[in-house]
């Protein structure tokens, strides 16, 4: 039989930063296929996502006989919706933007955080995560300062991701008494039922939709899997930790999309840029630091 809901721990900043992480591969993955595959309706990349983000976390939920029940249905409203917000925006941006400048737009989601953080969550921030936000920030500038000015309206799109991610964020660390399978299987059922009929409407707007080959299948079942492994894996760590100190440690997925857009898409780093990856790096230290320091206190 499933078993009942257990809230986890909120005293374990080092495992938060550790789930955290373990996201920001699996999402800035999923991205790169997002980016690979621009060339089929932004609708179907998205729809496709949420409903195998859904088939997967079912297939997980049943494995370990977690409960899928939900304990306050506005606060999971809230947050499902708002997290489908943030993948519609996110998928019209990565299919319109290089792939690191639209990663480290919609990884702004941290610097709402900070501040939502405080004013709903009633949450302290430490001088540490405040200087870990500021330098990460100054980084994704010197990161974005060749290219962003041509992102126009996919980047106010790509900010509004940012901003939609933090409030479901914030509303996932209320939810901390649930499951992650239970806050992952609502929230990819939502996104699944809207951005299916955004597929429908693009189809009868444009004409049959484009036949898969196979490359495109396997790049979207592995789309799905990876976002399925960082939602689970996100959905843990704000519940085992301070929301501005797990939203900063997302800032590794810039570094990763830049290595994915060198290596792979052939898009070579300035010198601006390096200098922000070398702050980005500096602003995780800064988190792993502040974790330490936190469980540390907590042992004594």
């Not at 373990?22 to 800035?28: L, P």
């Not at 900070?114 to 936000?133: D, F, G, K, N």
Request: aromatic share 6%; proline share 5%; with cysteine.
């Amino acid at each position: 039989m499933p078993t009942a809901p257990e809230p986890l721990r909120r005293d374990a900043p080092m495992r938060a930063i550790a789930f955290m992480l373990t996201g920001a591969v699996s999402f800035a993955t999923m991205n790169a296929l997002a980016r690979g595959m621009r060339h089929l309706p932004w609708p179907m990349l998205g729809f496709s996502r949420a409903l195998l983000g859904l088939v997967f976390a079912l297939a997980v939920a049943r494995a370990r006989g977690a409960s899928l029940a939900i304990v306050d249905r506005r606060r999971m409203w809230q947050r499902s919706l708002a997290g489908t917000t943030s993948m519609l925006c996110t998928f019209y941006a990565l299919t319109h933007m290089p792939l690191a400048d639209a990663t480290a737009l919609l990884n702004t989601t941290p610097l709402w955080i900070a501040a939502l953080a405080w004013i709903a969550l009633r949450e302290t921030v430490s001088p540490r995560v405040l200087t870990a936000l500021a330098v990460a920030f100054a980084g994704v500038v010197l990161v974005e300062r060749p290219g962003l000015s041509g992102g126009g309206f996919a980047g106010l799109v790509a900010l509004g991701a940012g901003c939609a991610g933090a409030l479901a964020m914030i509303n996932l660390r209320r939810l901390s008494g649930e499951t992650p399978e239970a806050v992952v299987v609502h929230f990819s059922a939502t996104a699944a039922a809207i951005l299916g009929a955004l597929s429908l409407r693009w189809f009868v707007a444009h004409g049959a939709p484009p036949s898969l080959g196979w490359r495109d299948a396997a790049g979207v079942l592995a789309m799905g899997a990876t976002a399925t492994l960082g939602q689970l894996a996100i959905t843990r760590a704000y519940a085992l930790d301070k929301a501005a100190r797990v939203g900063a440690a997302g800032w590794i997925q810039v570094v990763i999309a830049l290595a994915i857009d060198a290596v792979v898409f052939g898009r070579r780093p300035e010198g601006t840029v390096l200098a922000g990856i070398a702050l980005l790096l500096g602003s995780g230290a800064l988190l792993v630091d502040d974790a330490r320091r936190a469980q540390r206190a907590l042992q004594v």
